[in-house]
């Protein structure tokens, strides 16, 4: 199965230091730490716009601000408090699914339209050899989920009305799984959708990586080879996409080595992949996102070493800072947020 120990660099402390700035091309980059009132380990983002943002963790564990950051309400789903919520998908400040992920019936997804006031229980694995792994949605309705293969076949989920049926497309409608193929489950950005129907997922086993496509809201699928170095715990492991053409696929994980291929970049919809110069953290990047509307096509990416910034399609990166995370999200060049190891949240602004 294909994820992280929610203990692995756990021992990294959480600076309250003030914001601190790094001159870049695109202007003053500023991260600022925020108060999660939680100790959690936070592992993936939605965000709305710049003052409404979702964010889970380990624990039962989710986290919500309306006022960018500035407070945010920390709390467990009822039940659920053993879960690892291992991705989030926000529709707006009172809507938001949450995706928890483990062997069987651990992998579930539950939905709130109240704020988080109460959780609906959408799906549980039937599987016990199922494990599901990231989520992402088109729209209020439209959504996926990226599972391991199960028994040889790719295992991905469907929803057209907002999740209240989950079914599992047909194998005979996807590529074959390689043996032992699953998708990293470390912060929710194994998995992105675009408009028109596009999504793309990366997936790997110890020998192969590969990204999945679709232009057509799931109904087929084609995929690729992507020239990132894998191997047991470490492989392609964040894609994003700025536009139906223009993608960035990220590798990394607990065995990375130095030299690893650990970035590519497409510009045909991911037909083809070109290997860029790899993001410098030690554990490569768990989590990446472009930044919508920045002045420069620009991606943000983190892992438990860092995080980094490239607008130059991966051929030069620039430091943010080197604390422990696991996932990051935007909703403009004003707001961003990283989240990772003791319910560290921090403020990126300024692309």
């Known amino acids: 199965m294909r994820r992280h120990s929610t203990n692995l660099f756990d021992a990294v402390g959480c600076t309250l230091a003030l914001a601190t700035t790094a001159a870049s091309a695109a202007g003053q980059v500023t991260h600022t730490p925020q108060t999660s009132n939680t100790d959690a380990l936070l592992i993936a983002v939605s965000a ?35 879960l690892q ?3 989030v998908h926000a529709v707006d400040a009172n809507t938001a699914y949450l995706l928890s992920i483990g062997n069987g019936s651990q992998s579930r997804i539950y939905k709130t339209t109240d704020a988080g006031a109460t959780w609906k229980r959408q799906f549980t694995n039937p ?56 998708s990293f489950a470390a912060s929710g950005t194994c998995l992105v959708t675009k408009p028109g129907g596009h999504a793309w997922i990366v997936a790997s086993n110890a020998d192969h990586g590969r990204v999945l496509h679709t232009a057509d809201y799931g109904a ?63 554990t490569g990047a768990w989590g990446g996102v472009y930044v919508p509307n920045a002045k420069r096509p620009t991606v943000v990416v983190v892992g438990p070493a860092g995080a980094v910034w490239s607008n130059d399609d991966g ?20 707001a961003g947020w990283a989240v990772g190891t003791q319910g560290r949240i921090t403020k990126v602004s300024g692309f």
């Open 48 to 82: 709305v716009n710049d003052q409404t943002v979702w964010v889970s963790g380990a624990k039962g564990t989710y986290l919500r601000t309306t006022d960018g950051g500035t407070t945010w309400h920390a709390a467990r789903v009822p039940g659920a408090d053993s």
């Open 85 to 87: 919520f291992r991705d």
């Open 127 to 182: 599987d016990s050899a199922g494990f599901y792994d990231c989520m992402d949605f088109w729209d209020a309705r439209r959504g996926l989920v990226i599972g391991d293969a199960i028994g040889g076949d790719v295992a991905i989920l469907r929803t057209t009305d907002g999740g209240a049926t989950w079914s599992r497309l047909p194998p005979a409608g996807l590529p074959r799984a390689q043996p032992n193929e699953g």
């Open 220 to 282: 087929t699928w084609s995929v690729d080879t992507l020239p990132l170095t894998t191997r047991a715990g470490s492989g392609p492991q964040s894609i994003a996409f700025r536009d139906a053409r223009h993608g960035m696929a990220l590798g990394g994980g607990s065995a990375a080595r130095p030299g690893d291929a650990f970035t590519a970049t497409t510009s045909d919809g991911g037909k083809s992949w070109v290997a860029r110069t790899s993001v410098p953290l030690k």
């Open 315 to 334: 051929a030069t990166w620039t430091p943010i800072d080197s604390l422990n995370y696991w996932s990051v999200g935007f909703a403009s060049p004003r």
